[in-house]
């Protein structure tokens, strides 16, 4: 079994959307690859961790960011959790 983590550079307390955007501007060009290795067997998926604070619970992701999305492989997967 293998594994790839990827994170972006962006400061770990910004919002979801922009850490997408800023992966999806380095993967994107590889599109054909990560199409590929799906089409060998290998799983891909969007794992995003998202932190609420007391007064904000929302995500947003717009229709742009989500169509940029659909044009790679793997599902959106959304872990939101709050303060405690």
Not at 4 to 19: C, F, N
Not at 34 to 58: K, M, P
Request: aromatic content about 8%; charged content about 25%.
């Amino acid at each position: 079994m293998s594994l790839w983590l990827l994170s972006s550079a962006l400061p770990p307390d910004g919002e979801l959307a922009d850490h997408l955007h800023w992966l999806l501007d380095r993967l994107e060009p590889k599109a054909g690859v990560l199409w590929r290795l799906v089409d060998e067997g290998y799983a891909a998926d969007w794992f995003c961790l998202a932190a609420s604070g007391a007064t904000e619970h929302a995500v947003e992701l717009d229709r742009p960011l989500l169509t940029r999305l659909l044009a790679l492989p793997g599902g959106l997967l959304l872990d939101v959790m709050g303060e405690d």
